[in-house]
């Protein structure tokens, strides 16, 4: 009976140990999967705030390319114009 019992304790004690030795490695590996998670967010964070930037500048070359191209025509507008103020005034005198 002394020997089932000493059976039965060894291999509680193998049991209890690997059971012990799984949870370790499941700490481990939460730990790592943490790590890594945080470390994917902060790249992701860091590409979008590039992309932002890019963004950025995208829309102000535009503003000042819609800016330019306004001045343009207004430019335009004007020279239209007194061309046909000066085609109005020939014509008058014809």
């Known amino acids: 009976m002394d020997k089932i019992i000493t059976e039965l304790v060894k291999i509680g004690s193998m049991a209890s140990i690997f059971i012990a030795a799984l949870l ?3 700490v481990i590996f939460v730990a790592w999967a943490k790590k890594l998670v945080e470390q994917q967010l902060t790249q ?3 590409r979008i705030l590039a992309l932002e930037k890019g963004l950025s500048d995208v829309q102000e070359y535009i503003k000042g390319e819609l800016h ?3 001045i343009d025509t207004q ?3 004007i020279k239209s114009n007194d061309t046909f103020s000066r085609l109005e005034r020939h014509l008058e005198k014809l």
């Open 68 to 70: 330019q191209t306004l």
């Open 24 to 26: 370790v490695a499941l």
């Open 75 to 77: 430019k335009i507008m």
């Open 44 to 46: 992701k964070d860091a």
